[in-house]
């Protein structure tokens, strides 16, 4: 009977920081930050749609030193970073993916190309399968593999809580999904 309660405690309103360190990224549409949008909707976002209160309670914080204060005094049960580059790096993301899906469908239209000069659709077919060559050689100098997805850092407060801690931990990739 002492343990019952622990074991199957339910979640609600726990305090949680959310700090963006993001810097912003200028784009043609203009300056984008996600890392801003983030936060601002996470902290408020309203309770379910079905009237149940929400597991974390978020407050946005305004810099790192008041983050690691709050969260040596207690104040929070974890943390969401939004690092410096998250804007950067998720357009950067972006762009490669965008330059690869370029690459390809290049490629695809120089190996359609070839294939109809080697049928005799085309008087020269030796431009077409140059041309197949090029689009293919760029395909392989595509930057996609160097580029990270952007990531989001969290913390938890394992000392205010264990029990807690490690629900959250389990539970935390499923409530960010």
């Given amino acids: 009977l002492m343990f019952y309660p622990m074991a199957n405690m339910d979640i609600q309103g726990l305090p949680f920081a959310a700090l963006s360190l993001d810097e912003g990224v200028d784009t043609p549409q203009g300056t984008v ?3 801003e949008a983030i936060v601002e909707s996470m902290t408020t976002a309203a309770d379910d749609e079905d009237g149940t209160e929400s597991p974390i309670t978020w407050k946005q914080v305004g810099s790192q030193e008041e983050l690691d204060a709050a969260l040596e005094n207690g ?3 974890g943390a969401i970073i939004v690092p410096e580059s998250f804007s950067a790096d998720q357009a950067a993301a972006k762009q490669a993916e965008a330059q690869a899906a370029l690459a390809q469908a290049q490629a695809l239209a120089a190996a359609q190309a070839a294939a ?3 049928q005799g659709g ?5 431009v077409a399968a140059g041309a197949g060559a090029g689009a293919q050689g760029a395909g392989a100098a595509s930057p996609v593999a160097d580029v990270q997805a952007p990531a989001i850092k969290v913390v938890i407060d394992n000392a205010k809580s264990p029990l807690v801690a490690s629900q959250m931990k389990a539970n935390i990739a499923s409530m960010f999904q």
């Avoid at 085309?122 to 030796?126: E, G, V």
Wanted: aromatic share 14%.
């Fill in 33 to 35: 930050n996600a890392g």
């Fill in 75 to 77: 104040e929070f049960y």
């Fill in 116 to 118: 109809a000069a080697s």
């Fill in 122 to 126: 085309l008087p020269d077919a030796s």
